[in-house]
């Protein structure tokens, strides 16, 4: 069984940035891809950004990209991403998942994610002035 836990949220001002951390649980932590989600209110959960379970490959949606950096760490069972330049609309709450189907991101982020296997409880951010 695998566990997710997200931390990191917070209340930023447009332009500032946060580091959210994924912390997993389980022996197979390392056998899966990481991806991020995010659910603004009244909108439809979106993909924004996965990693590989080996860390090599990584994908963005447009709206992340060039502010968003997603990294793991193995020996933490972690993964991290750090957003910077926030802007109001990235506000949502933000959730990690997994899934036995993806190793690599693949078409992981692509759709809402609605039938994966393991999620965290999520973290929000809010970014206002």
């Known amino acids: 069984q695998l566990q997710l836990v997200e931390s990191g949220g917070g209340l930023v001002q447009p332009g500032g940035s946060l580091r959210l951390s994924c912390a997993g649980s389980g022996f197979s932590f390392g056998s899966y891809a990481i991806g991020w989600f995010r659910q603004a209110p009244g909108k439809e959960r979106e993909g924004v950004s996965c990693?590989?379970?080996?860390?090599?490959?990584?994908r963005y949606a447009d709206s992340a990209k060039d502010r968003f950096t997603i990294s793991r760490d193995h020996a933490k069972n972690t993964v991290y991403l750090q957003m910077n330049s926030l802007k109001p609309e990235d506000t949502a709450i933000y959730y990690c998942?997994?899934?036995?189907?993806?190793?690599?991101?693949?078409?992981?982020?692509?759709?809402?994610?609605?039938?994966?296997?393991?999620w965290g409880q999520g973290t929000q951010v809010t970014v206002s002035s």
């Open positions: 998942a997994a899934d036995p189907r993806f190793r690599l991101c693949a078409y992981m982020i692509d759709g809402d994610g609605r039938d994966y296997a393991y």
């Open positions: 990693i590989s379970a080996g860390g090599a490959n990584t």
